[in-house]
């Protein structure tokens, strides 16, 4: 029969993905989106299917027509009979969705982060439950595209496809496939990104790039006067010294955390836990201008060409800075917080995740951290390991899940 693949969302990557799966005939393209009364706009328009406006590196524009088979609000006629579900929604939403699916979901169903983000994992197998030891948990790196809605279930763009994109599986004890995961991810998907296999969540979780933006914010705003500005800051473009410091240092920890869990764990590869600034060098390559270190690097990405500082215009002209915006309300609490977990597990010590880490939190009006220790009252608002009850480095990679080689 066919594979039924399932998309939970209604944003931008959720019309993405929905639409390319749609394109294959063996497959079968649902939607799930809960949110607001998105399911019923969407669904209103589906008899005549939407496009999604492709952008190629050589400037050519293709339009793909498309049409999933179903899309609503109810998981119980969305989840049953499917074989990959790919949860394409903010972090923050991500929790909504696992308690939506888990009493329709089959035994070896694979469940997908795209992207999947820090803690993914723990979220899924704390609010799946058993279920979780029969199905296997794929996280995506990142979204595969840069991708913008044009007009809500009509028509979406894709800017650029990322050329490759890591991934990690980790298997529940009791889940029989036998199709391959990754090449069946890759067909889902298409011809772009080449998936690639990172050989374990933990790695995925240490080279999330939400590490980028909390120190950055920390950097630019901690000694800010408080006096709005007549303009929107640049984000990347704008990088001092000190905030590129900031992010480096905070790289230097989450490989530091890496080696450190290659040393205790036998058995696992964390090769792709990779500098920040290598991991630029590596994915930029042909955007980057100035590659002589990590500030001038950021600073001449034309893939960050005119990106701004989210901020709140208070009255008109006058501006002032948004703390409440996804690179702080998502990037600590499900990023550098279940890091910061991480490394704690690992008996790293992360000056720089610290200091980031307890001025956000003062700006998110949270306490994740008291000190250099994760025992903060606010602890169950993240994604942090501690959060679950695993208390130890080996509870990370022991019970009813295994990581699976390449
Ligand atoms: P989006 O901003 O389009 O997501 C919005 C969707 O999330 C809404 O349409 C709704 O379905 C859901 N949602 C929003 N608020 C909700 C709420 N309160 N409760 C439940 N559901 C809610 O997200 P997008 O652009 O598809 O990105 C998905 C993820 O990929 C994000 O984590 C984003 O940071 C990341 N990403 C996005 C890129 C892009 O080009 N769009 C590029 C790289 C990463």
Not at 120 to 135: S, W
């Amino acid at each position: 029969g066919k594979l039924v693949v399932l998309t939970c969302g209604g944003g931008n990557g959720a019309h993405c993905l929905a639409g390319l799966a749609s394109v294959r005939p063996d497959i079968e393209s649902r939607v799930l989106t809960m949110y607001a009364d998105e399911a019923e706009r969407w669904a209103a328009n589906l008899d005549s299917g939407f496009i999604i406006t492709v952008h190629n590196d050589d400037g050519s524009i293709k339009s793909i027509k498309t049409k999933p088979s179903l899309v609503t609000k109810d998981p119980k006629k969305a989840v049953p009979g499917v074989d990959y579900i790919f949860i394409v929604v903010p972090a923050f939403a991500h929790a909504m969705y696992f308690e939506a699916i888990a009493p329709y979901i089959d035994d070896n169903t694979v469940i997908v982060g795209l992207p999947g983000q820090a803690g993914f994992e723990f979220e899924c197998v704390n609010l799946l439950g058993d279920k979780a030891k029969r199905c296997t948990m794929v996280t995506f790196e990142s979204l595969p595209w840069a991708c913008r809605l044009i007009e809500f279930g009509k028509n979406v763009e894709i800017l650029g496809f990322k050329d490759t994109l890591g991934a990690s599986l980790l298997k529940g004890k009791e889940c029989n496939l036998t199709k391959p995961i990754i090449e069946t991810t890759q067909y889902i998907l298409g011809e772009k990104p080449k998936v690639r296999h990172v050989q374990n969540y933990i790695a995925i979780t240490l080279m999330a790039k939400s590490i980028v933006h909390p120190p950055i914010m920390y950097g630019k705003w901690s000694q800010w006067d408080g006096k709005p500005l007549s303009e929107k800051p640049l984000f990347y473009q704008g990088l001092d010294e000190r905030q590129a410091e900031l992010l480096s240092g905070v790289s230097d920890e989450c490989v530091a955390t890496a080696k450190a869990i290659e040393k205790k764990v036998p058995g696992l590869d964390m090769s792709d836990v990779i500098h920040v600034f290598d991991w630029y060098l590596n994915y930029y390559s042909d955007q980057i201008t100035d590659k002589s270190n990590l500030m001038m690097a950021m600073r001449t990405n034309k893939a960050y060409d005119g990106l701004v500082h989210p901020m709140k215009e208070i009255e008109p002209g006058k501006y002032v800075p948004d703390f409440t915006y996804r690179y702080m309300a998502e990037d600590v609490p499900e990023g550098i917080v279940p890091m910061k977990g991480i490394a704690e597990l690992a008996g790293v010590s992360t000056p720089y995740l610290d200091e980031v880490i307890t001025w956000c939190q003062g700006k998110l009006n949270k306490e994740f951290l008291v000190g250099n220790k994760l025992t903060g009252k606010d602890l169950k608002d993240t994604r942090a390991p501690q959060k679950y009850g695993y208390n130890k480095l080996e509870d990370l990679f022991t019970g009813s899940f295994e990581v699976t080689p390449r």
